[in-house]
């Protein structure tokens, strides 16, 4: 059995603009599931996205008022970490994530621990940072899709976002650039992360 999962994050709606780029939801379109990784600031996004897909949210230092912004609401579907079993992977999502890592205090392994309870995930998905980035730490497949708002913290401008494929006890990422007519593979010699 093979699922397609849509991975997002750091959508900052209504601050970075009014709703999410109509090539986001074209994007996600036929989805088994979307992770949202926080700082999604106004839940409407969680409801749009949910009529694509069931959706699970993390809860980012966007919805705990960082910035002077309202505190969000209690909601079943916002939570600071999920631990799902998706196509028989142990997949965890959550907002932050210390990577890259400052050992010995700040480590994926800790931070796992602390978020899950557990160290033996097969996908992480994070955001906060708004870069997007792909790599195995230890056994883990972690993923950040960036932003499609927000990438790199610049200004509104068409962004990222990220699938998860499923399939036969295996998991492959990827990230995409939205474009005006809308995805393009990720350039990655064109990457900057700020480490």
């Given at each position: 059995m093979r699922l397609l999962i849509g991975l997002i994050s750091d959508t900052h709606i209504p601050e970075s603009?009014?709703?999410?780029?109509?090539?986001?939801?074209?994007?996600?379109?036929?989805?088994?599931?979307i992770l949202h990784a926080g700082d999604i600031h106004d839940l409407v996004?969680?409801?749009?996205?949910?009529?694509?897909?069931?959706?699970?949210?993390?809860?980012?230092?966007?919805?705990?008022?960082?910035?002077?912004?309202?505190?969000?609401?209690?909601d079943p579907r916002l939570r600071e970490a999920w631990l799902l079993e998706l196509g028989g992977l142990r997949v965890g999502l959550t907002h932050e994530m210390p990577i890259p890592e400052y050992p010995p205090n700040?480590?994926?392994?800790?931070?796992?621990?602390?978020?899950?309870?557990?160290?033996d995930l097969?996908?992480?998905v994070y955001?906060?940072?708004?870069?997007?980035?792909?790599?195995?730490?230890g056994a883990t497949l972690c993923v950040n899709p960036g932003s499609p708002t927000y990438p790199h913290n610049l200004n509104t401008q068409l962004g990222t976002l990220g699938f998860l494929e499923i399939s036969g006890g295996r998991a492959e990422a990827t990230i995409w650039q939205l474009t005006e007519d809308g995805l393009a593979p990720f350039d990655w010699s064109r990457a900057r992360r700020p480490w």
């Open positions: 603009r009014p709703e999410l780029w109509p090539q986001v939801f074209a994007a996600f379109a036929g989805v088994d599931a996004v969680i409801d749009q996205l949910s009529d694509i897909a069931p959706t699970w949210a993390a809860r980012g230092n966007g919805e705990e008022g960082s910035g002077g912004r309202p505190v969000q609401p209690h700040f480590t994926v392994e800790r931070a796992m621990r602390r978020y899950f309870g557990r160290t097969d996908v992480l955001g906060d940072t708004h870069v997007e980035a792909i790599d195995t730490i």
